[in-house]
């Protein structure tokens, strides 16, 4: 418990921007496979600007990182708890089972 106590704001702050509906779609598809900004602008549907700015702020945090080829940024998902966060709101709410609220 006291391990949790010393980090409560850290792990708040990370949940926090996690927390962002555009933000969790843009770590849910990054999770799948690396992606250029037109890939997931095609996926989450938001303007490139505001795209950019939530991309912009996951790599501040750490969650992404980005690789370029010729002219286009690819971002991946680069923080291995961000990783393990994804993958359990997954299995809670995005598995197809009887328990799972409608889509």
């Known amino acids: 418990m006291a391990a949790l106590e ?6 708040a702050a990370r949940l926090a ?12 598809h990054l999770i799948e496979h690396d992606a250029s900004v037109g890939e997931l602008q ?3 549907g938001l ?3 505001a795209l950019s700015q939530h991309l912009a702020r ?12 010729a002219q286009v940024i690819y971002y991946s998902l680069a923080d291995e708890e961000a990783r393990a966060v994804v993958r359990a ?11 799972a609220p409608p889509k």
């Open 47 to 49: 303007s490139q600007s």
């Open 89 to 99: 709101l997954y299995a809670i709410y995005c598995a197809e089972s009887p328990s």
């Open 58 to 69: 996951l790599r501040e945090a750490g969650f992404v990182a980005t690789r370029r080829s």
């Open 42 to 44: 095609g996926r989450i």
């Open 6 to 11: 010393a980090r409560a704001g850290y792990v």
């Open 17 to 28: 921007l996690m927390a962002n509906p555009s933000r969790l779609l843009i770590l849910c």
